[in-house]
């Protein structure tokens, strides 16, 4: 997901892009003021994908990547894991308001920042595109993606099962009749008091044979020191509904983090019309006052709903503060789209200080909010500033875009690790759908949120670069899309 712009970065497209290399020419005769007459190399264009090109007329030429750009990226989709860790194991649904509560608290409203920061990546990247071919079809690549991680999804869930060990099984049943004469009813210890196992002594052969049957057709796997075990069903491909599974395909809901990409569909079609408005508007005045409109529209309404009538009358448990307009409340991805292009456009310049004071005191606000919330309910206010559509979620992003957006400094092999990682990181997200039902649900239950998001981390890179360098090897002159 992170790549989603990323993934256009080598396309050599004609688009121009003042960010690139600039011939200035000036017009010392007008007295008014002077006549910039800017000459943009075609071959450069990649600087606003999260890389520049050094030499612009050499085909060989080296790229340098923003480093900053691929750290959010990175922190993004690893944000991403640990909100969905969080929700899979339900750490904050007990446990309330012990010291690890509070720290699980913190961790998930600086995660919560992965939505807001990825589109604002998204506004700060393609901030020159048009309305063209050559930008349209830059989506191919990710519906490519997202077709197949869907496909193995279907296949994997349909095959791969979990169920409850059975003890005694099939085969000490039968040495248990064998080594009993004239025995019709045999008890198993595993069921319920009343259930029994009607068992013929005549036909033993006959069990012994569905039993090799049930082997070749399944494949039983141990998982470790639990009570589960892990059923392949060979012949699982065979009963998928493909009516049903290829709906949920087209309208996103057979990958349970699909929502994402369907939101960035949308937005990838209007985005050059978006920087036809934006340019339209010309000046800075003009641009922060359709960056506060949209954030009055689609996040302020969030803090309201956020303080629920239990809060301020605790015998009435329904509803909550409905004070604002808030039909547009959805559009909350055209305000991040626009902040990063803002910021894009302008390059804020804050020191270190005030740019880890600006996060520290971001990540407070919602933390404190939601602590003294669920302090005076005893319980999880789990509706307090939650979700990515809240002004609170927006600044917590803001203020981690500002602190690492920047930076140009690279360390060798920790930047190569960090770029490898963002440039698959669409694919790891689709990916983490399949991998946190398997780790969560049988895999590791018992293993702590963060080495099962790591687990996660690694499994979901090494099928994503698989696909990524396949996708690339067959498809790349083909398609002509890089």
């Known amino acids: ?138 989506i191919i690549p990710l519906l490519m993606s997202y077709f197949l991680i869907c496909f193995i999804e279907v296949f994997g869930m349909n095959m791969v099962s979990v169920q409850e060990k059975v003890a005694p099984n099939n085969l000490e049943i039968v040495e248990q009749i064998e080594n009993t004469e004239n025995v019709e009813l045999v008890e198993n210890d595993n069921l319920d008091n009343n259930d029994l196992i009607d068992v013929n002594t005549n036909n033993l052969d006959n069990q012994e044979i569905d039993k090799e049957e049930i082997n070749e057709d399944k494949i039983i796997i141990d998982i470790g020191n639990t009570n589960k075990e892990l059923v392949i069903d060979k012949n699982g491909a065979k009963n998928i509904d493909w009516p049903v599974k290829l709906t949920k395909i087209f309208n996103f809901t057979e990958n349970s983090y699909a929502w994402y990409f369907e939101m960035y569909i949308g937005l990838f079609l209007i985005i050059p019309f978006l920087n036809i408005m934006w340019d339209g508007i010309g000046n800075k005045k003009g641009r922060i006052i359709l960056i506060i409109s949209l954030c009055f529209l689609s996040l302020i309404p969030k803090i309201f709903e956020s303080f629920r009538f239990e809060c301020l009358k605790a015998e009435d448990l329904t509803g909550w503060l409905d004070v604002l307009p808030d039909y547009w409340k959805i559009t909350h991805p055209l305000a991040y789209f626009f902040i990063g292009k803002y910021i894009k456009e302008y390059k804020p310049k804050l020191n270190i200080i005030l740019r880890l004071l600006l996060v520290i005191i971001a990540v407070s606000m919602p933390v404190l909010a939601c602590f003294y919330t669920s302090k005076s309910i005893n319980a999880y206010a789990w509706y307090m500033l939650n979700g990515f559509g809240t002004i609170t979620n927006a600044f917590v992003a803001l203020s981690i875009f500002l602190l690492f957006y920047d930076i140009k400094k690279k360390i060798p092999i920790l930047s190569f690790i960090i770029t490898q990682i963002a440039v698959c990181s669409f694919e790891m997200y689709l990916f983490s759908s ?22 996660t981390l690694i499994s979901t890179y090494i099928c994503a670069r698989i696909w990524i360098t396949i996708r690339d090897l067959f498809f790349k002159k083909l398609l002509k899309i890089y």
Not at 434 to 455: C, H, N, Q, T, W
């Open 434 to 455: 399949i991998f946190d039902k398997i780790y969560y649900g049988f895999v590791f239950p018992e293993k702590s949120l963060f080495f099962i998001a790591g687990m």
């Open 1 to 138: 997901m992170a790549n989603l712009e990323n993934k256009k970065e080598e396309l050599g497209t004609n688009d121009t892009s003042i960010d690139n290399k600039e011939e200035i020419k000036v017009n010392s005769t007008n007295d008014s003021s002077k006549k910039e007459e800017i000459k943009v190399d075609s071959a450069n264009e990649s600087s606003e994908k999260g890389e520049t090109k050094v030499g612009s007329n050499n085909n060989n030429n080296k790229k340098e990547r923003f480093i900053g750009l691929d750290i959010l990226r990175m922190l993004a989709i690893i944000f991403v894991f640990i909100t969905h860790g969080i929700t899979y194991k339900g750490l904050l649904d007990t446990n309330v308001l012990t010291d690890e509560w509070k720290i699980v608290l913190v961790v998930r409203f600086v995660a919560l920042s992965c939505v807001p920061i990825f589109i604002m990546l998204t506004g700060y990247l393609n901030n020159k595109k048009e309305p063209n071919w050559k930008y349209y079809r830059t």
